[in-house]
T-cell receptor, first 111, second 114 residues
Framework: QQPVQSPQAVILREGEDAVINCSSS?????VHWYRQKHGEAPVFLMI?????EQKGHEKISASFNEKKQQSSLYLTASQLSYSGTYFC????????????FGKGTLLTVNP | NAGVTQTPKFQVLKTGQSMTLQCAQD?????MYWYRQDPGMGLRLIYY???????DKGEVPNGYNVSRLNKREFSLRLESAAPSQTSVYFC?????????????FGEGSWLTVV
């Protein structure tokens, strides 16, 4: 079952902040965040693990609420290069390998 | 620095034809994945292979078969292509073993079924 992302789309001006949310109906072991530019492959941003460990991007932060099975990605002082579609992926249940993605959030940063 | 390599990049098929999408990774990864991407649907998992010798169904396996040929290669086969299988297909790989390993994607294969 796909995690649910919100909002579906957001438009920013350069320098503004944005938050993208991801929630699941299942207990989560980890949450993965990716960004995809049009016509390209998704690119890794961040992993949040059960227990609080994070690995990822120095200019992007995220939170993981294990009890609520939710994660949020925080984009601060957005740049034009932040434009793209953001996907959260979740690993849940008994499988450490099955990574399921949400439908994505389209972020547009304008000058 | 090849990473994950998919072939072909573009393919047009007629309904009912069969084809195989090839994927190879050179990162000594244990786990490999096939996703399809359709507008508004995000990335949906078709099949995955946690390790060499194992394969499991994802969210949308119907109409597809996979083969984990060896540790490097994981192929996706469409036995009788349908227009609903028109999509962009991504192969991916990761070290596996733990839920905290990064997944690396190939560049994608654009498939059109007419």
């Amino acid at each position: 079952q796909q995690p649910v992302q919100s909002p579906q789309a957001v438009i920013l001006r350069e320098g503004e902040d944005a938050v993208i949310n991801c929630s699941s109906s299942k207990a989560l072991y980890s949450v993965h965040w990716y960004r995809q530019k049009h016509g390209e492959a998704p690119v890794f941003l961040m992993i949040l693990l059960k227990g609080g460990e994070q690995k990822g991007h120095e200019k992007i932060s995220a939170s993981f609420n294990e009890k609520k099975q939710q994660s949020s990605l925080y984009l601060t002082a957005s740049q034009l290069s932040y434009s793209g579609t953001y996907f959260c992926g979740t690993v849940s249940g008994g499988s450490n390998y099955k990574l399921t993605f949400g439908k994505g959030t389209l972020l547009t940063v304008n000058p | 620095n090849a990473g994950v390599t998919q072939t072909p990049k573009f393919q047009v098929l007629k309904t009912g034809q069969s084809m195989t999408l090839q994927c190879a990774q050179d990162m000594n990864h244990n786990s490999m994945y096939w996703y399809r991407q359709d507008p508004g649907m995000g990335l949906r998992l078709i099949y995955y292979s946690a390790s060499e010798g194992t394969t499991d169904k994802g969210e949308v396996p119907n109409g597809y078969n996979v083969s984990r040929l060896n540790k490097r290669e994981f192929s996706l086969r469409l036995e009788s292509a349908a227009p609903s299988q028109t999509s962009v297909y991504f192969c991916a790989s990761s070290l596996g073993g733990q839920s905290g390993n990064t997944i690396y994607f190939g560049e994608g294969s654009w498939l059109t079924v007419v």
